[in-house]
């Protein structure tokens, strides 16, 4: 199947749903998309985004110097009319065990027993095909769907043969996969060989001591076609394909936001560790300019003196997302809409007149950019402060660019009181607590130091706050709930500066994010009468009185108060938590609490 095209995706997905490492599940068979040393990065273009890259840099290795775009097909009309000189992502046929879905024949690709019959001008039809099938000529096979993967982001085939006949066995088979039942599940379905008759059913691999007798990870990265893998003698858990569990993307983004009111030091900054990180002179950067349209109204003296301006000590360093934080804070706190750039424009709002005791500013932007990189994959526990998951490899050896996506849109942002915020937090010691040993158990539950990370209460009023104005706007003015976004801003006094803010913004990569009704709901009059309904719809949740009575330390495998799917959670890609320290009690008296609300009269 090679160079044949077989399926579509948009590019924003190969970042959050088909990276590197995943498997895409097409009509009549399934890919995993192929590691970075195979993807065509002549024909994809750079995007420039400097502090992203540094944060890259900090997971990755200072060897990553650009953030590239999804490669696009060429639209010249050919014999084909599509990508079919394999100029888009490469991707290879997996899991490599097939079932033949007519005599439930089950074997490797390898064996040779099926043919890949693609149609370029269907990619769609493309499959599998049982070549010699008893039962009924050109038979499709289907993917086999029990895998097996470790918590060091290996995945590898299921070990049909050791699992039906034991480690010390060798029949030649053939095996058999049937199904005994119609639910699909693994206890409706039996392994079989054909040759000594030996069946056993799929349901005890999953228990406990069906694992324990599994073989040890054989340390395989098919993504990156290396066999036969890294030394790795981790249990092997058994997954299903398409398992939720089975890929975690580690997506870490950044906004657009310019230091300065210059046009140059905007243009320069966006290049300073990329286009400029290795220029040492005026000639260096007369060399490094060459064929980069945008400086030609420019000088090589005064692109110099912009890139010695904002050359910090630091300013190729490494940074880390609280960082990133930090700079957006500094510029949406103390909004200059002098420092308007293509990539954001803002202006500001004002609050409420009824909520301007607890609200201190709300900034309206109408346009605003986000880049998103793919950094990293993990398998069965997602990556992230709450978990010690194993980054798996985007490709082998050192990455030297990552795939990235850039989303242009709208948002709202909205500041706190720092007194009120503290005073409040002041005021409830006791749901601060409740939550700090619900966190101690999460992370015990998990194998994590208990003591470490831990946002505080104040942003479990923070992201509560967020997650009820996303579900405001996606239900009265039709915002898709998926297509909205948060960014917390969250620290304390201790801290180098005192942040208590939120930011919405659309983050779905189409018209939806471009129209301005975003910014709309953000003006005073709107604001007020949407904040008003969002309160007043947390006091009463469809699962109560279930809901109002949970509090954080009886939370089952989880990391909340008075919070479920009826009331505060959102998709997970628009929470960045994953639905996790949030708590309507700290913003409407429910029928269990009344004493923890924000907002009081």
Not at 143 to 162: K, M, S, T, Y
Not at 423 to 435: D, H, K, V, Y
Request: proline residues 8%; glycine residues 8%; negative net charge.
């Amino acid at each position: 199947m090679s160079g044949q095209p077989v399926g579509s995706v948009r590019p924003t997905q190969l970042i959050y749903t088909y990276g590197v490492g995943a498997t895409v599940d097409l009509p009549q068979f399934s890919a995993m998309v192929m590691g970075l040393d195979e993807w065509p990065v002549n024909r994809m273009e750079e995007i420039r985004e400097d502090r992203l890259l540094r944060v890259v840099r900090t997971v990755l290795g200072s060897q990553v110097r650009q953030l590239k775009a999804a490669p696009l097909p060429d639209d010249t009309p050919g014999p084909l009319f599509s990508n079919a000189n394999g100029d888009g992502v490469p991707v290879a046929a997996f899991p490599r065990w097939l079932a033949c879905t007519q005599c439930r024949l089950l074997a490797p690709i390898r064996s040779g027993l099926f043919e890949f019959r693609g149609d370029s001008a269907r990619p769609e039809r493309s499959c599998f095909i049982h070549r010699n099938c008893p039962r009924l000529a050109r038979a499709v096979a289907i993917p086999a769907r029990f895998l097996v993967a470790c918590e060091n982001g290996h995945i590898d085939d299921f070990p049909w043969q050791e699992y039906l006949h034991g480690p010390n066995v060798e029949c030649p088979g053939p095996l058999e996969l049937r199904d005994v039942g119609a639910s699909g599940e693994a206890a409706d379905v039996m392994l079989i060989c054909r040759a000594c008759e030996k069946r056993k059913p799929l349901a005890p691999a999953f228990s406990e001591e069906g694992k324990a007798g599994l073989p040890p990870c054989r340390g395989r990265h098919p993504h990156l076609r290396v066999a036969p893998g890294e030394e790795c003698k981790s249990p092997v858990q058994p997954i299903t394909l398409g398992a939720t569990n089975m890929w975690f993307a580690l997506v870490l983004s950044a906004l657009s936001i310019p230091s300065s009111t210059n046009p140059l030091d905007q243009l320069v900054e966006q290049d300073l560790s990329s286009l400029f990180e290795d220029v040492e002179s005026e000639r260096d950067v007369k060399l490094a300019r060459k064929g980069h349209a945008r400086y030609d109204s420019y000088s090589d003296a005064q692109v110099w003196e912009a890139v010695q301006r904002l050359r910090a000590p630091d300013g190729t360093s490494p940074v880390s997302i609280g960082d990133l934080k930090a700079q957006e804070w500094a510029l949406f706190s103390k909004p200059d809409p002098a420092k308007n750039s293509v990539n954001l424009r803002l202006r500001v709002g004002r609050p409420p007149a009824k909520y301007s005791s607890w609200i201190e500013s709300v900034v309206l932007i109408d346009r605003l950019r986000e880049v998103q990189a793919l950094a990293g994959f993990t398998r069965l526990e997602p990556p992230g402060e709450d978990s010690d998951a194993k980054l798996a490899p985007l490709r082998r050896g050192p990455a030297a660019w990552v795939p990235a996506a850039e989303v242009r849109g709208e948002g709202l942002f909205v500041r706190l009181r720092e007194e009120k915020v503290l005073r409040w937090q002041a005021a409830s010691t006791q749901l601060e607590l409740q939550f700090f040993n619900a966190h101690r158990r999460w992370r015990n539950q998990k194998g994590l130091d208990p003591a470490l990370g831990f946002p505080g209460l104040r942003y479990v009023l923070l992201h509560s706050l967020a997650h009820c104005l996303i579900r405001q706007f996606s239900i009265e003015c039709g915002y898709a709930a998926a297509s909205l976004k948060e960014r917390i801003y969250s620290s304390m006094p201790d801290a180098e500066e005192a942040m208590a803010g939120i930011l919405i913004y659309t983050a779905a990569p189409d018209s939806e994010g471009t129209l301005g009704g975003l910014v709309t709901l953000g003006e005073t009059a709107n604001f007020e009468q949407h904040l008003d309904q969002a309160l007043e719809g947390l006091e009463i949740c469809a699962s109560d009185p279930l809901c109002a009575e949970t509090q954080p330390e009886q939370a089952f495998l989880s990391l909340h108060g008075a919070a479920c799917h009826n009331c505060m959670f959102v998709p997970e890609t628009s929470c960045e938590r994953g639905n996790r320290y949030l708590d309507r009690t700290v913003l409407a008296a429910t029928m269990d609490r009344g004493g923890f609300v924000f907002f009081k009269p």
